[in-house]
């Protein structure tokens, strides 16, 4: 909905993939660039993975903007990729009125072009999420 609502206001439609670990969800959000800098809207529950200021040089700079966030509750953290950002401009303007399921749209989005945060050294080395960060992370919007 964000990036539609982006491209009625003269941005590109732009979707950015953050693929997590199995065990987690990953999450899409509506990426924009405003004076040559990158910004993201986001919805979700909870308070940390939402919008993001337009202040990152690159897509890469804003995804790692998320990496901290990505964790399950034993403090594994889990964010691991993300996407080119992905234009829905070019997939014409049926998905915006649509009243058909667009899972088709999320499995065109999962087989775009990814790149990897983390080599598996990396993997290997991160430390777990703190207790008071899992419960910091606890915080929503709606129970």
Do not use: C
Not at 66 to 95: A, M
Request: proline share 4%; no cysteine; glycine share 4%.
């Amino acid at each position: 909905m964000a990036a539609a609502a982006m491209w009625i206001q003269g941005y590109k439609p732009l979707l950015l993939d953050l693929v997590t670990v199995d065990a987690d969800l990953d999450h899409v959000v509506a990426l924009f660039k405003e004076d040559g800098y990158w910004g993201a809207i986001s919805k979700t529950n909870h308070a940390v993975l939402r919008y993001r200021e337009p202040i990152y040089k690159s897509v890469r700079e804003l995804a790692l903007s998320y990496f901290h966030e990505y964790y399950l509750p034993n403090g594994k953290k889990t964010l691991r990729s993300f996407s080119k950002p992905f234009d829905l401009s070019k997939l014409g303007t049926d998905w915006i009125t649509t009243e058909a399921n667009l899972a088709n749209l999320a499995h065109i989005l999962d087989r775009s072009p990814h790149t990897k945060i983390l080599s598996p050294k990396q993997i290997k080395n991160l430390r777990k999420v703190d207790k008071i960060e899992i419960k910091a992370g606890d915080i929503v919007e709606y129970r």
